[in-house]
């Protein structure tokens, strides 16, 4: 499991540094049409909306595989031992729900019917579904670290601390 995490790890932060690197060439294209040439581009506001919905949803799962992610730290410093093992436990299994829910079975459900309803977009003429397939994703991705943050905390559960994600060599 290490290994398909190191490899997730990896991919994910190239994924990233290539959308934010699309969506910076994007921005600066629209600027200078509109700006330069008088005309702004047709195309570029919708790709750099997209860009967006791709970037802050693989974001939230990067920030989640970092510890970055917003969380009260009141009740996990104020328990030791075996409670502290469950409390990490409930919560990232919280998280792995959540994202099953929301994210897999519920943006699934949206990519399904954006694919069946052939709703595709105004400028790029591109289908939505893609543009959604994001949302599983991500929620697979969050799934996948959950289990290895639980996996993570059981295997040092004679230590008293819950362990922190270890730094990716990527990017």
Known sequence: MD???SVTDRILAWVMVILMGILVVD??????????????????????????I???????VYAYRKNL???FDY???KVTGKRKVWLGTFIHSLIALFSLL?????????????????????ALQIRLAYVY????????????????????IHQNEASDEIPEPKPSEAV
């Open 102 to 122: 929301v994210l897999v079975i519920g943006g699934g459900y949206l990519v399904q019917l954006t694919w069946e309803l052939n709703q595709v977009s105004a």
């Open 27 to 52: 921005v600066v294209w629209q600027v200078t049409t509109r700006y330069v040439l008088g005309s702004a581009s047709s195309f570029t506001e919708e790709i750099a909306r997209f860009l967006l």
């Open 133 to 152: 397939s994001v949302l599983p994703l991500s929620g697979l991705l969050i799934i996948l670290y959950s289990a290895h943050f639980i996996r993570d």
């Open 54 to 60: 791709w970037i802050g949803l693989l974001g939230s």
């Open 75 to 77: 009740f996990s410093a």
């Open 3 to 5: 290994r398909i995490i």
């Open 69 to 71: 992610h917003l969380a």
